[in-house]
Structure formats: structure tokens, C-alpha cells
């Protein structure tokens, strides 16, 4: 098999990959941990131990390598919108909770908002011109799906499954 870059995960802020990477790390941990719990072979638990150990050190890194990047937060170019940047809006009902994600001492807590925040009516809209909406419509129509089709996928390649439709070429 050919050498290709398909495992890259990456949208090129490296802020984001790395908040990215730790929250995979961490799921991965929790999968190992569950996966030990429903096995008793000794042998797989200590394989699984390991494996679930160097997910929580690579955790680590990445939180690490995350801290090391001054200014790290929020992510990306561009500074959000200074007037929402810091509002909890408590969008909850029934048993209010309060804590450091919506204390006052962070964020300018709205108990009751209103649906629309920025003066709007609530409802979605778009507004394109004709040109943009020329461009939607094309690109619906590119990316439109087949539900008829039903391609060989990669996971059936891998499991051994050949294409035997018709349509195979």
C-alpha cells in the first residue's frame, strides 16, 4: 500500500488541532477503560491498561504543547464580537446552576434572554446576492446525494467484499 497523508486530522490552526487532540485523547481513555471493564483476560486487561496509559500521556503533551502557545485563546485570527464575547445566556429551564462557566465574576449573566440577542427577529435568514445565490445552487446541485447508490465503501474493501454490482467498472 502506497504511503498517503489520510491519517493528518488538521483544519491548520494549531490551537484548534490541539484542543482537537486532547478531546480524542480523552475519548480514546474512556474506550480503553470500558474495554477493560468488560474483559477478563488478564493478559488483554494489561495490553489495554497500557494502551489506555499512553492515551492519558499523550493527553498531557497536547494540553502541554497547547499551554506553551501564548495567546492561545479564542482560537483563530480574528477576536469575536466584543459585546457577546463575555455573555452567559441561560438558555435552561428549571434548576439554575451556577459556577465558573456563568459566574459573574467571568460573564454578564442574561437569566431570561430573548430569543433574538442581536435585535433580530429570532428566525434563521440568509440574505445572498443573485451571484452568491447562483453559487449555492450549483454547488447544491454538485454535491446533491444519490439515494439510490450504494457504492463499495472502504471499511467493505478492508473486510474483504468485492464489487460485484452492474455498475462496477
Known sequence: MPWTAAYIDTIGE????????????ARAKIVYE???????????KDALAFLMTREAAH??????????IR??????????????ANTYYNMSEGGEVRGSWNSDKHFDYVKDPQPAVDGG?????VGLTPEQEALCKAMLKRTQSDPQGDPLTG???????????????
Open 71 to 84: 495567546n492561545n485563546y479564542p482560537p483563530g485570527k480574528l477576536p469575536p464580537i466584543s459585546e457577546y
Open 34 to 44: 470500558r474495554l477493560i471493564n468488560v474483559t477478563d483476560d488478564p493478559g488483554v
Open 14 to 25: 494549531p490551537t484548534a488541532d490541539l484542543r482537537s487532540n486532547v478531546a480524542a485523547e
Open 59 to 68: 493527553q498531557l503533551s497536547f494540553e502541554k504543547a497547547l499551554q506553551s
Open 121 to 125: 427577529d429570532g428566525s434563521a435568514s
Open 155 to 169: 471499511a467493505e474493501l478492508g473486510a474483504g467484499k468485492q464489487n460485484t454490482s452492474s455498475s462496477a467498472k
